[in-house]
Protein backbone atom coordinates (compact mmCIF):
# COMPACT_ATOMS: atom_id res chain seq x y z
CA UNK A 1 0.00 0.00 0.00
CA UNK A 2 1.44 3.33 -0.77
CA UNK A 3 0.47 6.50 1.45
CA UNK A 4 0.46 10.30 0.97
CA UNK A 5 -1.23 13.08 2.41
CA UNK A 6 -5.18 12.67 3.36
CA UNK A 7 -6.44 15.63 1.94
CA UNK A 8 -9.27 16.37 -0.93
CA UNK A 9 -8.73 18.86 -3.22
CA UNK A 10 -11.59 19.64 -5.34
CA UNK A 11 -10.70 19.40 -9.04
CA UNK A 12 -12.89 20.06 -12.14
CA UNK A 13 -12.32 17.34 -13.92
CA UNK A 14 -14.76 16.98 -17.28
CA UNK A 15 -15.00 14.46 -19.58
CA UNK A 16 -17.31 15.95 -22.08
CA UNK A 17 -16.92 19.95 -21.17
CA UNK A 18 -17.51 23.22 -23.84
CA UNK A 19 -13.71 23.74 -22.94
CA UNK A 20 -11.28 21.41 -24.10
CA UNK A 21 -9.05 19.27 -22.34
CA UNK A 22 -5.31 19.77 -23.15
CA UNK A 23 -3.71 16.84 -24.72
CA UNK A 24 -2.04 14.24 -23.14
CA UNK A 25 0.26 11.32 -23.49
CA UNK A 26 -0.82 8.68 -20.78
CA UNK A 27 -2.86 8.21 -17.84
CA UNK A 28 -3.56 11.17 -15.64
CA UNK A 29 -5.29 10.47 -12.27
CA UNK A 30 -7.32 13.15 -10.29
CA UNK A 31 -7.99 13.69 -6.25
CA UNK A 32 -11.82 12.96 -6.29
CA UNK A 33 -14.49 15.66 -5.91
CA UNK A 34 -15.63 15.76 -2.77
CA UNK A 35 -19.17 15.00 -3.39
CA UNK A 36 -19.67 11.49 -3.79
CA UNK A 37 -22.89 11.49 -5.30
CA UNK A 38 -21.68 13.74 -8.33
CA UNK A 39 -19.14 11.80 -8.86
CA UNK A 40 -21.09 8.41 -9.30
CA UNK A 41 -23.03 10.13 -11.62
CA UNK A 42 -21.04 12.10 -13.37
CA UNK A 43 -17.85 9.52 -14.13
CA UNK A 44 -20.12 6.13 -13.80
CA UNK A 45 -23.62 6.21 -14.75
CA UNK A 46 -24.94 5.96 -17.70
CA UNK A 47 -28.70 5.24 -19.42
CA UNK A 48 -31.31 3.31 -17.94
CA UNK A 49 -30.09 3.88 -14.30
CA UNK A 50 -31.31 6.17 -11.23
CA UNK A 51 -28.43 5.86 -8.38
CA UNK A 52 -28.81 6.59 -4.37
CA UNK A 53 -27.38 6.48 -1.25
CA UNK A 54 -24.05 6.79 -2.63
CA UNK A 55 -21.25 5.84 0.39
CA UNK A 56 -17.56 5.84 -0.03
CA UNK A 57 -15.84 3.62 2.63
CA UNK A 58 -11.50 3.81 2.55
CA UNK A 59 -8.67 6.52 2.94
CA UNK A 60 -9.07 9.94 0.44
CA UNK A 61 -6.17 8.39 -1.90
CA UNK A 62 -7.56 5.68 -3.05
CA UNK A 63 -10.36 7.00 -4.87
CA UNK A 64 -10.14 9.07 -8.05
CA UNK A 65 -10.90 9.98 -11.51
CA UNK A 66 -8.90 9.56 -14.57
CA UNK A 67 -8.07 10.08 -18.47
CA UNK A 68 -6.58 8.26 -20.33
CA UNK A 69 -6.79 9.20 -23.98
CA UNK A 70 -4.60 6.77 -25.91
CA UNK A 71 -6.67 4.05 -25.88
CA UNK A 72 -3.88 2.06 -24.74
CA UNK A 73 -5.59 0.69 -21.71
CA UNK A 74 -9.09 0.67 -23.89
CA UNK A 75 -10.78 3.02 -21.48
CA UNK A 76 -10.63 6.63 -21.76
CA UNK A 77 -11.49 7.89 -18.00
CA UNK A 78 -13.86 6.79 -15.34
CA UNK A 79 -12.94 5.95 -11.80
CA UNK A 80 -10.04 4.30 -10.07
CA UNK A 81 -10.58 2.58 -6.78
CA UNK A 82 -7.07 1.49 -5.44
CA UNK A 83 -6.04 -0.77 -2.37
CA UNK A 84 -2.91 2.19 -2.55
CA UNK A 85 -2.74 5.60 -3.67
CA UNK A 86 -3.96 5.89 -7.17
CA UNK A 87 -1.70 9.12 -8.03
CA UNK A 88 0.81 5.99 -8.52
CA UNK A 89 -0.75 4.99 -11.90
CA UNK A 90 0.37 7.91 -13.06
CA UNK A 91 3.77 7.74 -14.17
CA UNK A 92 4.98 11.11 -13.08
CA UNK A 93 4.09 10.58 -9.48
CA UNK A 94 5.67 8.45 -7.00
CA UNK A 95 4.94 7.67 -3.76
CA UNK A 96 6.01 5.54 -0.56
CA UNK A 97 4.96 1.82 -0.65
CA UNK A 98 3.29 2.11 2.81
CA UNK A 99 -0.35 1.05 3.71
CA UNK A 100 -3.23 3.30 4.90
CA UNK A 101 -3.45 0.94 8.16
CA UNK A 102 -7.51 0.43 7.15
CA UNK A 103 -7.62 -3.27 8.17
CA UNK A 104 -11.55 -3.74 8.35
CA UNK A 105 -12.55 -7.37 8.07
CA UNK A 106 -14.34 -7.92 4.72
CA UNK A 107 -15.74 -11.51 4.91
CA UNK A 108 -17.26 -11.50 1.60
CA UNK A 109 -13.63 -10.26 0.06
CA UNK A 110 -12.12 -12.74 1.96
CA UNK A 111 -14.30 -15.67 0.61
CA UNK A 112 -14.22 -14.45 -3.19
CA UNK A 113 -10.59 -14.35 -2.72
CA UNK A 114 -10.28 -17.98 -1.37
CA UNK A 115 -12.41 -19.20 -4.22
CA UNK A 116 -9.26 -18.84 -6.57
CA UNK A 117 -6.85 -21.44 -5.50
CA UNK A 118 -9.51 -24.72 -5.62
CA UNK A 119 -11.06 -23.05 -8.82
CA UNK A 120 -7.44 -23.16 -10.80
CA UNK A 121 -5.84 -25.80 -9.15
CA UNK A 122 -4.16 -24.32 -6.37
CA UNK A 123 -3.28 -24.57 -2.69
CA UNK A 124 -2.92 -21.13 -1.60
CA UNK A 125 -4.83 -19.32 1.26
CA UNK A 126 -5.30 -15.68 1.16
CA UNK A 127 -5.19 -15.40 4.90
CA UNK A 128 -6.66 -11.50 5.02
CA UNK A 129 -7.78 -8.71 3.41
CA UNK A 130 -6.25 -4.85 4.22
CA UNK A 131 -6.45 -1.99 2.95
CA UNK A 132 -10.12 -2.09 1.95
CA UNK A 133 -11.44 0.31 -0.17
CA UNK A 134 -14.82 0.79 -1.70
CA UNK A 135 -18.32 2.18 -3.14
CA UNK A 136 -21.57 1.21 -2.93
CA UNK A 137 -24.93 2.72 -3.78
CA UNK A 138 -28.52 1.95 -4.66
CA UNK A 139 -29.90 2.17 -8.13
CA UNK A 140 -33.27 1.89 -9.61
CA UNK A 141 -33.14 -0.52 -12.82
CA UNK A 142 -34.93 1.09 -15.59
CA UNK A 143 -34.29 -2.80 -17.96
CA UNK A 144 -33.95 -6.28 -17.22
CA UNK A 145 -30.18 -5.97 -17.84
CA UNK A 146 -27.25 -4.27 -16.42
CA UNK A 147 -24.02 -3.90 -18.04
CA UNK A 148 -20.24 -1.66 -16.91
CA UNK A 149 -16.97 -2.11 -18.54
CA UNK A 150 -13.86 -2.22 -16.07
CA UNK A 151 -10.58 -3.34 -15.78
CA UNK A 152 -7.72 -4.67 -13.07
CA UNK A 153 -4.50 -3.51 -12.68
CA UNK A 154 -2.19 -4.56 -10.11
CA UNK A 155 1.49 -4.59 -9.10
CA UNK A 156 1.58 -8.12 -7.44
CA UNK A 157 1.89 -9.47 -11.29
CA UNK A 158 3.62 -11.35 -12.35
CA UNK A 159 6.00 -12.12 -9.43
CA UNK A 160 3.54 -12.93 -7.20
CA UNK A 161 0.75 -15.27 -9.39
CA UNK A 162 -0.20 -18.43 -7.54
CA UNK A 163 0.62 -16.96 -3.72
CA UNK A 164 -1.63 -16.01 -1.26
CA UNK A 165 -0.69 -12.27 -2.39
CA UNK A 166 -4.18 -12.26 -3.99
CA UNK A 167 -5.13 -8.60 -4.36
CA UNK A 168 -8.83 -9.12 -4.63
CA UNK A 169 -11.73 -7.25 -6.29
CA UNK A 170 -15.53 -7.86 -6.77
CA UNK A 171 -18.91 -5.73 -7.60
CA UNK A 172 -21.60 -6.99 -5.06
CA UNK A 173 -24.69 -7.22 -6.67
CA UNK A 174 -28.03 -7.47 -4.31
CA UNK A 175 -31.85 -6.85 -5.22
CA UNK A 176 -34.89 -8.44 -6.54
CA UNK A 177 -34.38 -11.76 -8.13
CA UNK A 178 -30.90 -12.10 -7.05
CA UNK A 179 -30.04 -15.30 -4.45
CA UNK A 180 -26.46 -14.45 -3.51
CA UNK A 181 -23.76 -16.26 -1.24
CA UNK A 182 -22.33 -13.43 0.24
CA UNK A 183 -23.76 -11.04 2.11
CA UNK A 184 -25.50 -7.44 1.44
CA UNK A 185 -27.46 -4.77 3.12
CA UNK A 186 -30.37 -5.21 5.43
CA UNK A 187 -32.93 -4.21 3.03
CA UNK A 188 -31.55 -7.08 0.87
CA UNK A 189 -32.00 -9.99 2.40
CA UNK A 190 -31.14 -12.50 -0.21
CA UNK A 191 -27.46 -12.04 -0.13
CA UNK A 192 -25.40 -11.19 -3.30
CA UNK A 193 -23.54 -12.46 -6.13
CA UNK A 194 -19.92 -11.16 -7.28
CA UNK A 195 -20.71 -10.25 -10.68
CA UNK A 196 -16.74 -9.55 -11.49
CA UNK A 197 -15.69 -12.49 -13.19
CA UNK A 198 -13.43 -14.33 -15.84
CA UNK A 199 -15.85 -14.84 -19.08
CA UNK A 200 -17.42 -17.94 -19.81
CA UNK A 201 -15.85 -19.39 -16.67
CA UNK A 202 -18.43 -22.10 -15.30
CA UNK A 203 -18.11 -22.03 -12.04
CA UNK A 204 -17.59 -18.22 -12.35
CA UNK A 205 -14.17 -17.48 -11.52
CA UNK A 206 -12.94 -14.14 -10.11
CA UNK A 207 -10.93 -11.78 -11.23
CA UNK A 208 -7.34 -11.97 -9.47
CA UNK A 209 -3.49 -12.35 -10.93
CA UNK A 210 -3.46 -15.62 -10.10
CA UNK A 211 -6.67 -16.29 -12.58
CA UNK A 212 -6.01 -13.92 -15.03
CA UNK A 213 -2.00 -14.05 -16.34
CA UNK A 214 0.52 -14.85 -18.81
CA UNK A 215 -0.62 -18.62 -18.21
CA UNK A 216 -4.09 -18.59 -17.91
CA UNK A 217 -6.81 -16.85 -19.40
CA UNK A 218 -3.89 -15.13 -20.96
CA UNK A 219 -6.11 -14.08 -23.84
CA UNK A 220 -7.08 -11.52 -21.22
CA UNK A 221 -3.82 -10.70 -20.02
CA UNK A 222 -1.87 -7.06 -21.04
CA UNK A 223 1.76 -7.33 -20.02
CA UNK A 224 2.85 -3.42 -20.04
CA UNK A 225 6.73 -4.10 -20.13
CA UNK A 226 8.45 -0.81 -21.30
CA UNK A 227 5.68 1.51 -21.92
CA UNK A 228 5.00 5.46 -21.18
CA UNK A 229 1.45 5.37 -20.78
CA UNK A 230 0.77 3.60 -17.04
CA UNK A 231 2.69 2.59 -14.34
CA UNK A 232 1.68 -0.87 -13.55
CA UNK A 233 3.30 -4.46 -13.62
CA UNK A 234 0.62 -5.66 -15.70
CA UNK A 235 -3.39 -5.28 -16.14
CA UNK A 236 -6.19 -6.79 -17.72
CA UNK A 237 -8.05 -6.50 -21.26
CA UNK A 238 -11.65 -4.33 -20.52
CA UNK A 239 -14.27 -6.79 -19.08
CA UNK A 240 -18.28 -6.03 -19.20
CA UNK A 241 -19.83 -7.02 -15.83
CA UNK A 242 -23.08 -8.45 -16.74
CA UNK A 243 -26.32 -9.22 -15.21
CA UNK A 244 -29.80 -9.78 -16.73
CA UNK A 245 -33.08 -11.01 -15.05
CA UNK A 246 -33.47 -7.80 -13.05
CA UNK A 247 -37.31 -6.58 -12.18
CA UNK A 248 -37.91 -3.27 -14.43
CA UNK A 249 -38.53 -0.47 -11.33
CA UNK A 250 -37.23 -1.84 -8.69
CA UNK A 251 -34.14 -1.09 -6.47
CA UNK A 252 -30.64 -3.02 -6.63
CA UNK A 253 -27.88 -2.21 -4.94
CA UNK A 254 -23.93 -2.43 -5.74
CA UNK A 255 -21.00 -2.71 -3.64
CA UNK A 256 -17.65 -1.95 -5.54
CA UNK A 257 -14.92 -3.72 -3.09
CA UNK A 258 -11.06 -4.40 -3.56
CA UNK A 259 -8.39 -5.23 -0.80
CA UNK A 260 -4.83 -6.54 -0.64
CA UNK A 261 -4.72 -10.01 0.14
CA UNK A 262 -2.64 -11.33 3.35
CA UNK A 263 0.05 -8.36 3.29
CA UNK A 264 -0.84 -4.55 2.84
CA UNK A 265 2.04 -3.69 0.03
CA UNK A 266 2.58 -3.16 -3.66
CA UNK A 267 -1.01 -1.85 -5.25
CA UNK A 268 -3.76 -3.28 -6.99
CA UNK A 269 -6.83 -0.92 -8.51
CA UNK A 270 -10.04 -1.67 -10.81
CA UNK A 271 -10.72 1.23 -13.25
CA UNK A 272 -14.31 1.84 -14.17
CA UNK A 273 -15.50 3.60 -17.64
CA UNK A 274 -17.47 6.23 -16.95
CA UNK A 275 -20.99 6.60 -18.47
CA UNK A 276 -20.39 2.55 -19.02
CA UNK A 277 -22.95 1.86 -15.79
CA UNK A 278 -26.03 1.24 -17.41
CA UNK A 279 -29.35 -0.54 -17.25
CA UNK A 280 -31.35 -1.87 -20.80
CA UNK A 281 -33.97 -4.41 -21.95
CA UNK A 282 -32.83 -7.82 -23.80
CA UNK A 283 -36.07 -9.85 -22.56
CA UNK A 284 -38.56 -8.13 -24.78
CA UNK A 285 -42.28 -8.85 -24.16
CA UNK A 286 -43.85 -10.25 -27.10
CA UNK A 287 -46.24 -8.01 -29.15
CA UNK A 288 -44.89 -7.13 -32.59
CA UNK A 289 -47.97 -8.17 -34.63
CA UNK A 290 -49.78 -6.37 -37.51
CA UNK A 291 -53.48 -6.76 -35.73
CA UNK A 292 -54.42 -5.08 -32.91
CA UNK A 293 -52.66 -5.64 -29.52
CA UNK A 294 -54.67 -5.88 -26.33
CA UNK A 295 -52.62 -4.96 -22.89
CA UNK A 296 -55.70 -6.15 -20.67
CA UNK A 297 -53.75 -5.32 -17.38
CA UNK A 298 -52.98 -2.24 -18.65
CA UNK A 299 -56.27 -1.55 -19.82
CA UNK A 300 -55.31 -0.26 -22.89
CA UNK A 301 -54.88 -1.10 -26.69
CA UNK A 302 -52.04 -0.36 -29.10
CA UNK A 303 -52.29 -0.52 -33.20
CA UNK A 304 -51.36 -1.04 -35.75
CA UNK A 305 -47.81 -2.51 -34.61
CA UNK A 306 -45.49 -2.01 -36.80
CA UNK A 307 -46.53 1.06 -36.97
CA UNK A 308 -45.24 4.38 -39.92
CA UNK A 309 -45.14 6.51 -36.30
CA UNK A 310 -48.72 6.83 -35.87
CA UNK A 311 -50.37 4.81 -33.50
CA UNK A 312 -53.84 4.35 -32.13
CA UNK A 313 -54.88 3.38 -28.86
CA UNK A 314 -58.03 2.91 -26.27
CA UNK A 315 -57.26 3.48 -22.56
CA UNK A 316 -60.28 2.40 -20.43
CA UNK A 317 -58.41 3.57 -17.28
CA UNK A 318 -58.31 6.58 -15.53
CA UNK A 319 -56.97 10.45 -16.35
CA UNK A 320 -53.08 11.78 -16.27
CA UNK A 321 -51.00 8.32 -16.56
CA UNK A 322 -47.65 9.09 -18.15
CA UNK A 323 -46.94 7.00 -21.21
CA UNK A 324 -43.30 6.97 -21.97
CA UNK A 325 -41.58 6.04 -25.97
CA UNK A 326 -37.70 4.44 -25.07
CA UNK A 327 -35.33 3.16 -26.90
CA UNK A 328 -33.61 -0.20 -26.18
CA UNK A 329 -31.13 1.45 -23.75
CA UNK A 330 -33.47 3.51 -21.53
CA UNK A 331 -33.43 6.67 -23.35
CA UNK A 332 -36.61 8.52 -23.16
CA UNK A 333 -37.72 9.90 -26.48
CA UNK A 334 -41.09 11.04 -26.46
CA UNK A 335 -43.88 10.91 -23.71
CA UNK A 336 -47.72 11.65 -23.84
CA UNK A 337 -50.51 11.54 -20.87
CA UNK A 338 -53.53 9.42 -21.44
CA UNK A 339 -56.99 10.68 -20.63
CA UNK A 340 -59.66 7.68 -21.44
CA UNK A 341 -61.12 6.88 -24.59
CA UNK A 342 -59.47 6.76 -27.88
CA UNK A 343 -56.75 8.96 -29.50
CA UNK A 344 -53.39 9.00 -31.57
CA UNK A 345 -49.73 9.64 -30.50
CA UNK A 346 -46.65 10.08 -33.28
CA UNK A 347 -43.51 9.55 -32.54
CA UNK A 348 -40.97 12.05 -33.19
CA UNK A 349 -39.77 12.23 -36.90
CA UNK A 350 -36.28 11.98 -35.72
CA UNK A 351 -36.77 8.58 -34.89
CA UNK A 352 -35.46 5.90 -37.04
CA UNK A 353 -37.10 2.65 -38.30
CA UNK A 354 -36.51 -0.01 -35.19
CA UNK A 355 -37.69 -1.69 -32.42
CA UNK A 356 -38.52 0.80 -29.40
CA UNK A 357 -40.70 0.42 -25.91
CA UNK A 358 -43.69 1.69 -24.13
CA UNK A 359 -43.20 1.87 -20.84
CA UNK A 360 -45.29 3.48 -18.04
CA UNK A 361 -44.56 3.08 -13.89
CA UNK A 362 -48.01 3.70 -12.93
CA UNK A 363 -48.74 0.44 -15.14
CA UNK A 364 -46.02 -1.51 -14.72
CA UNK A 365 -45.58 -1.77 -18.19
CA UNK A 366 -42.98 -2.19 -20.48
CA UNK A 367 -43.81 -3.06 -23.59
CA UNK A 368 -42.08 -3.79 -27.63
CA UNK A 369 -43.39 -1.71 -30.40
CA UNK A 370 -42.12 -1.40 -34.15
CA UNK A 371 -41.60 1.53 -36.19
CA UNK A 372 -41.47 0.79 -39.91
CA UNK A 373 -41.46 4.62 -41.81
CA UNK A 374 -41.83 2.77 -45.11
CA UNK A 375 -45.48 1.68 -44.60
CA UNK A 376 -48.24 2.17 -46.58
Same mark, same amino acid.
Given at each position: ????????????????????????????????????????????????????????????????????????????????????????????????????????????????????????????? !??? !???????????????????????? !??????????????? $?????????????????????????????????????????????????????????????????????? $???????????????????????????????????????????????????????????????????????????????????????????????????????????????????????????????????????????
Amino acid at each position: MKKTSRFISVVAVLLISAFPIQSIAQIEVFDSPVDIDDMVQAYLIGQGVLPSNEVYYGEPEQLGVFEEPTDYIGIAGGIVLSTGNKMNLDMTETYPDLSFGTNTPDSNLLAVANLVPDLIGQNFT !VSS !VNDLAFLEFDFVALGDSLAFKYLF !VSDEYLTFVNTSYND $VFAFFLSGPGINGEYGAPAAFPNGSINIATVPDSDPPLPITVSSVNDMLNSDYYVDPFDNDIIDINGFTT $VFTAFQTGLVYGETYHIKIAIADGSDIVLDSAVLLESGSFMCFVTDIPDGVADESVDLTTAHLKVFPNPSSGTFNYQWTHHNGVELKLVDLMGKKLSTIRLVPGSGKFTVPATIGDGVYLLQSADLSLNYKIMIEHGMN
